[in-house]
């Protein structure tokens, strides 16, 4: 069955040599949010993150995990969300809920939730591969301004971004980039009018308003032909997301057997140790006594 929505799209823009991705969540952000009790703000937050993160893992071909992770000192110190090769996605922050009140009404910007700090892209293959990374200050009012600035500082491919978050009962988040590929295929273009021809498709891209963006009733093939018509756009196949955690007993009892046995009869309450995922919010229950046997 089709949607429009919870997925990537990849497209490229066939006139004007440029390849993109839109991403759209519905369901698997509302999943994410859930049980956390976010403000605004780092609701909204969390879900152009999630989008951003498959937005750029989208453009990819790894066979893993990539991650993308925020660090500040600001009122939301942490935002990690990660999107596997086979679409389970996930996200959470860390905040500081009074600080984030404080705020008040701008409080969703980068700066006033973020403070300084700095944001990463990890891809993780799996033990015997090498993890690439990279890292880059925070720099821009907004997410979609703090990643573009990573790209023209970091990357060899000129790109551009767009991100979109809506929260509330029905909470949806979009992404939608443009990455100009190298020279070949533009004909007899010089560089000059390659460049020209760019810079159109960034004000195309930069007309769609938040709305289109994150209207369900919108088709994505739809939307991405509204914009980019002229120059002949063509969509391939659609891959879907899902909210997934990866978190497990297993993984919880090899993190607690890494504590030394003090520390672990420490973490008990009435005789008890209760481990909360991060990112799902589901609890693990442990008997000190049987934990130590």
């Given at each position: ?43 909204g937050m969390v879900g152009e993150g999630m989008a951003l993160a498959a937005v ?11 991650s993308f992770q925020i660090q500040g000192d600001g009122p939301l110190g942490l ?192 005789g008890r140790i209760t481990v909360t995922c991060e990112f799902c919010k589901a ?11």
């Amino acid at each position: 069955m089709s949607t429009t929505t919870d997925l990537i799209q990849p497209f490229q823009i066939e006139g004007l040599n440029i390849r993109g991705r839109l991403v759209r969540l519905g369901a698997t952000l509302a999943r994410g949010l859930r049980g956390h009790d976010y403000p605004p703000p780092v609701a909204g937050m969390v879900g152009e993150g999630m989008a951003l993160a498959a937005v750029l893992a989208g453009g990819l071909k790894y066979d893993g995990i990539f991650s993308f992770q925020i660090q500040g000192d600001g009122p939301l110190g942490l935002l990690v969300t990660d999107v596997t090769s086979g679409g389970d996605l996930r996200g959470y922050a860390r905040f500081d809920a009074a600080a984030v009140a404080a705020a008040g009404d701008d409080g969703g910007t980068v700066p006033r939730l973020f403070g300084a700090g700095h944001m990463a892209f990890t891809v993780d293959q799996g033990p015997n591969t090498e993890r690439y990374q990279g890292v880059t200050e925070l720099s821009g009012a907004s997410l979609g301004d703090c990643a573009h600035n990573y790209f023209r500082q970091s990357e060899q491919l000129d790109t551009a971004l767009t991100l979109a978050a809506r929260t509330g009962d029905a909470p949806s988040s979009a992404g939608l980039m443009l990455q100009r590929l190298p020279g070949a295929g533009m004909g007899d273009l010089d560089a000059e009018e390659r460049d020209e021809q760019w810079r159109r498709a960034v004000i195309l891209m930069a007309s769609v308003t938040a709305d289109e963006l994150l209207d369900p009733g919108l088709d994505p093939n739809r939307l991405l032909f509204n914009l980019f018509n002229e120059d002949g756009v063509r969509v391939f196949e659609p891959r879907p997301l899902r909210f997934r955690c990866r978190c497990s007993r297993h993984r919880v009892v090899n993190t607690l057997r890494s504590f030394p046995a003090r520390e672990v009869r420490e973490m008990a309450e009435d005789g008890r140790i209760t481990v909360t995922c991060e990112f799902c919010k589901a609890d693990y229950l442990f008997d000190v006594d049987e934990f130590a046997a």
